[in-house]
Each structure stands twice: as structure tokens, then as C-alpha cells.
């Protein structure tokens, strides 16, 4: 229908996308639409299950991108995930709630983004809240908060899981971190993270069902008939004015649909991509923005040089230790402990410390070098800098370690959160649907695994210490065998490396494909940057493409730097911060 015509396109109805659909839509006579290549998961019992972590992977909800093999990592491929439905990722996640380091917001403005910190910030994650108060016997479970972090009247529903592990869990918790220099945090989302916590969940309480971008941001609105989703509909690429302007004019999407085939869409003010940070610079690189170099391979015109386009991709690794617990666990755990340097490496921090410091112009050239000199080395050493100061100066927690006592056993997952290695994800095709080339460089830098097994070690140690040392008994994995405490570094090495972090589910651990593994912890930033353009950055602090008249980027691409929180609360914040700039530029 050539007459399907809208003010706004945004492509991508997941996590993000659906934040700027509703609040451009809550305004009448402005005409929203939004392209999701999924379908409605509104009862599929694998995203509203809050104990259903990991159901759904491999199901047809989930994109299970593949990377290139791995080659610090082991070699294998790896799949990183990303949810395919009408609420994208946040209906495959593993729902927790936790924000950033207020630093590691600010630095975003110390960068170069202007308006861009954690006192403007705060206002939109509270906005897009609506924090659920724990009930008494959630409290005595270890639920815990300070209301003045948390907004009360946002679409989000923010909560604790019913059922919360019994309350002898927290104190015995407690006590053992605290032997190990780790404070108890009773909120983590005020911007201090450092600490064992009981962090919230994206959950509707009273239901006791996942909460997600769809029933928080689309679905008690699907009604509004200036806003239409258009599902199981592929974008392709945006389609440019032919008028020669000095920026470049999105007209429309053109995209594929299974009752009309190939069609384009037309947008008269915006086009917004939200299609996650392994899609949305693929879009742009299929639409002619990027590398000149990349784009002239698969003969695609270049409309806009920004060889930064897929490059800055940061991500975590995600492992695990496994005890036998010896008591028998009922309710859904969420105990996190995030240590910082100082508290994982205690007097030896300096030699780490050190040690990276001295490493840094090395790894930036490095990764200059790997991205064929898109990204400057100038560029990535500051980012480094940075990201050295916020580990060893202002302290931010260097590593997730999450306490899953589920049944009989009592698990650790964990992630180091700030990897110093940078991939990419570029087109291997003209086609956007086609397979593009993932590659986050897992251990690029011997730091990043080195990091990987000092929190192994330390978490050894916490379930060595009583109490928490009562509560199990022998070590499934890596295991005591496999690698005793005289292991050498090189044996944790190649643990780390070959042990496949595999999906949790109902049976416990399970390995996902021969060669194949998911060591991601499916925290993807980056692709599409927030940054100056002098900088290497792909977007303006008013997220829209540089080069372009009316394309910007809303989701995961544009976050220039990795965060020590969970990824939504900050995009869902992001994404409404968006909505207002857009709404005041076109004065909505
Ligand atoms: P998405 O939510 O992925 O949205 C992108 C949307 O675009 C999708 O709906 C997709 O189908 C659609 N799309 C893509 N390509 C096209 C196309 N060509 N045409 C049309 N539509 C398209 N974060 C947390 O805060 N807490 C957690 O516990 C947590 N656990 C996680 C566990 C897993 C397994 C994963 C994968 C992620 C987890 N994260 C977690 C991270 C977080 O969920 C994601 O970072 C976030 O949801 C990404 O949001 P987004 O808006 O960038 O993209």
C-alpha cells in the first residue's frame, strides 16, 4: 500500500523502541509506527514464567546471532542472544534491575555529550519506573530500598519475584562478604553499586509475571489509532530523499512483509532505529552509512563516511562455579555481590593497576590496528583511560557475581564488568538480513582473562568462608579435581577458555552445540556510539546519525561505554530521555 504514510518509523518494537512509540504516540494527531520483525509473546509461557530464565533460547523468539570464531577465546563460535517479539530482549532476560555508576553516566557528558550525566538522567529512569514496595515478608527476605532513588507513577513495573529464597540467606550472605572487605548495599540503584545487594526485577508483583517493554510501553496502549505496530515485518534499509541536500534525508522504510513482499513505508519527519546494537548498524551500513571500505565491497552507495559504524563493541564474558548445597532452596534468589578492584585484589590492586597502565597504548594500537584504522588509537586510549579510572580511581564495581542457591546446588554466575577488549559487527552482505560478521574479540588482552579468573578465585574463596562455607559442600565446577587451589594460572586459563558458560535451565547445565557456546553475558554496546564525531562517534547527543537530517539511533548502539549495571533500566531511561528531545524539536 503505497499510501502508508507516518510521522515517525521506528524500527525495532523491543526494549527501547517501544519507549519512543509511546511517548511519541501519547501525543494526538502525531502518527507513530513501529516495524518488529517478531510477533506478539504476550502468552508464551517461556517470557511471563519469572523462574523461565533461559526457556526461550533457541526458540523462535530469539535471534541467536553467531559471532565470528573466537581466537583469544578458545576458537569457537558464540551465540549472543537477542529477543525477536513485540518487547525485543526484555522478554528473553534475565529481569534484573540495576542501573549504572553514577560516574560512568557522567562520563558520557565528560566526553563530549552534552546534557548527559547522572543528575539528568536520574528524572528518566524514574520516569519509566513504577517501583512495587517489597511486602513485609519480601523485607525480611533481604528485599530492600531507598524510595528517593526510585519513581512510583512510571509504565515499568519494578519489584521483587513473590517467593524471595528463605531469610536465613541474606544475614548468612552478609556476614561472609563482609569478612571479605564487601559492605552489604541496601539499594544499588542511587549510584552507588559497590556491595552485596538484593537487587530488584523487571516483574509485576502482583501477578507475579515478567514484566517486559510490551505490557509496560505497548500493550495498555495498543488501543491509541495514531500508533500502529507492524509485526513479523522485516526492515530492510531506510530509503534517502533524492533531493541533494548536505545531510541526508530519510523518506522512508523499506521493508519486507509476508502479505505484500517488498514494500517501503514512508516517514515525513523521522526515522528511528531501535533495533538492538547487533542490528541497528547494520541498517545503517545496508542504508549506505558507514566505512567506505565495507560499503564499497557490496557495491552499496555511500550516502554517509563514518567509518566508525559496528566498531566500539563491548561485551562481557560470562562463567560460572557450581557447589552441592546442603540444604534444600525454595523461591527465586537475587543476591548479587559487586566488588570492586580493591575488594577483589586487595594489597595486590597496585601490580594490577600497574600493570594495565602500562598496557594501555599497547591495546589501543591493537585495536586500531584490528579495525584497519576506523577506530584511532587516540580515541580508544582515552576510552581506556577512562575505563582505568573508573576501576582503580573511583572504585565502580569490577565484577557481577550473582548467588543462586536453586534447589540442592548453590551456583555462582558471574562477569567481570569492565573487559578492556573491542570487537565489531559488520555487513558480510548487501542484505540486512543476512548473517553480518559479529565480532567481539572475547580476551583479546590477556587482562580480560586474567580478570576472569582472579573473580573465579575469589569467588573460591567466598564459599570457603563460614557461614556461607556450611552451606555447601563439595565444588561441581570447575571442580576440586579438575583444578585444585595449586592449579596454575595457565590450567584457569584454559578452564576459562574452554569451559563452555552454558544456559541454565530446569536441568541444570546444559552445552549447547559441539563448538558452539554462549560465554556472552549478552551486555552488547556501543556499535552505534554517542560520541563526538571527532571522537569516533556515530551519533550526536541528540542520537541522531551524523550526516543525516532525521535518522537517529535509540537503543543499546548508542551507550558509549560499557555500565556496571544491567543494561534495561538505563536503556528504558535512554529511550524516554530521547522521546523528549524529539518531541522538543518538533515542538509536540
Ligand atoms: P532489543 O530489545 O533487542 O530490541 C530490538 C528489536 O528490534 C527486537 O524486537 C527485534 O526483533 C527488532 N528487530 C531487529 N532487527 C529488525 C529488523 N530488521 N526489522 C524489524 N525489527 C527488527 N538486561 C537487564 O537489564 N537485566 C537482565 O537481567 C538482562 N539479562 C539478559 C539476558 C539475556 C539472555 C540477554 C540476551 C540480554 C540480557 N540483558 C539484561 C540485556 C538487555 O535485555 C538488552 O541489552 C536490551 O533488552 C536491549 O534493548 P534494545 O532496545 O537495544 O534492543
Redesign the pocket.
Known sequence: DPAQKYDFII???????LVVANRLSEIKGVTVAV????DSVFNNPNVTNVAGYGRA?GTHID?AYQTENQKYAGGSKQI???????????T???????RAQSVQIDAWELFGNKGWNWGSLLPYYQKSEMFQIPSLNQISRGADYYITYHGENGPLKVGWPTEITNRTMLPMLDQTFNQLGVPFNRDVNGGSMVGLTSHPN?VNTKENVRED?ARAYYWPYQNRSNLKIITN????RIIWSNDSNSEAVAVGVE?TNPHHGVETIYASKEVIL????L?SPV?LEVSGIGNPDILSTYNIPVKVNISTVGENLQDQTNNGLSFQGTEFWLGSPTFSVLPSANQIYGSNVTNVASYINSSMAEYAKVVSNSSKGAVQEANILAAFKLQYDLIFEAQVPFAEVVLLPIAGSFMSEYWPLLPFSRGSIHIKSAN??APASINPNYFMFKQDLDAQVDVAKFIRKAFATAPLSDFVAEEFAPGMDNLPDTASNSQWDDWVKMNCMCTKNSEGLEKVADNISDRSN??PVGTASMLPRSRGGVVSPELRVYGTKNVRVV???VLPFQLC?????T?YAVAEKAADMIKKQYRL
Open positions: 524500527v525495532g518494537g523491543g526494549t527501547s523502541g516495524i518488529e520483525a517478531g533460547f535471534w549472543m542472544r537477542a529477543g525477536k517479539a513485540i518487547g525485543g530482549t526484555s528473553i532476560n534475565g529481569m534484573s534491575y540495576t523487571t517493554a515485518t522485516l526492515a530492510n521493508v531501535s533495533a538492538g546494537s542490528k541498517l540486512a538480513s549478552f551486555h537503543d543499546a548502539s549495571g544491567h543494561l534495561t533500566s536503556l
